[in-house]
């Protein structure tokens, strides 16, 4: 049964700061590693997609790695800002398209 | 695109009541999820529909909670009789393919008193 872990789970950073966030999966068989970002009181805002196939992805300031032989993704936030505030979570998608959600990383970044 | 649409926004019952909610998936979007999430917590998947057949309802507690995907499009999740301990938010999101982003919806906040 797959699990995932995400640390730390709370982090608080001036702004500016580059910072990483961890996701750990115990099953590596699976077809991608998603991140999402869930702002208070809303749903989940897909962020990147990494396929199994791929070593990271980027969008924008945002960088995600992905190292299935260890079980571990990393997203990589630089220049972050106070709009960055949220909280982050990866999901790793195995076969028959189940996602399965760490419990997410709650970001304050301080102006 | 439209996104995924959720009703309604909050919800506020006392227990051994019944309630429904309700889910309109991003159009062609043949796969459908619905997740309970309790606060400080990753969402925790309920059932999953690939048009309107269940393809993963394991973690759903069948003795109290329902759901159904009319057509392949709409769908409703009901909770009867409801627990103190089903006071959660419970989204539904909606996906193309296995290998496409997850899109999600605001979520419906449950409060069972």
């Known amino acids: 049964k797959q699990e995932v872990t995400q640390i730390p789970a709370a982090l608080s950073v001036p702004e500016g700061e580059n910072l990483v966030l961890n996701c750990s999966f115990t099953d590596s068989a699976i077809y991608n590693l998603q991140w999402f970002r869930q702002d208070p009181g809303k749903g989940l805002t897909s962020l990147l997609l990494i396929q199994s196939s791929q070593r990271e992805q980027t969008s924008g300031r945002l960088n995600a790695s992905l190292d299935k032989s260890s079980g571990r993704s990393t997203l990589y936030i630089a220049a972050s800002q106070p709009g960055d505030s949220a909280t982050y979570l990866c999901?790793?998608?195995?076969?028959?398209?189940?996602?399965?959600f760490g419990p997410g990383t709650r970001l304050s970044v301080l102006p | 695109e439209a996104g995924v649409a959720q009703s309604p926004r909050y919800k506020i019952i006392e227990k051994r009541q019944s309630v429904a909610f309700w889910c309109n998936p991003i159009s062609g979007h043949a796969t459908l999820y619905w997740y309970q999430q309790i606060l400080g917590q990753g969402p925790k998947l309920l059932i999953q529909f690939q048009n309107n057949g269940v393809v993963d309802d394991s973690q759903l507690p069948k003795d109290r909670f329902s759901a159904e995907r009319l057509k392949g499009v709409d769908s409703t999740l009901k909770i009867q009789p409801a627990k103190l301990e089903d006071s959660a938010v419970y989204l539904c999101?909606?996906?193309?393919?296995?290998?496409?982003?997850?899109?999600f919806g605001n979520g419906t906040r449950l409060t069972v008193t």
């Open positions: 999101a909606s996906s193309l393919s296995y290998n496409s982003p997850l899109h």
């Open positions: 999901a790793a998608v195995g076969y028959g398209q189940n996602f399965v």
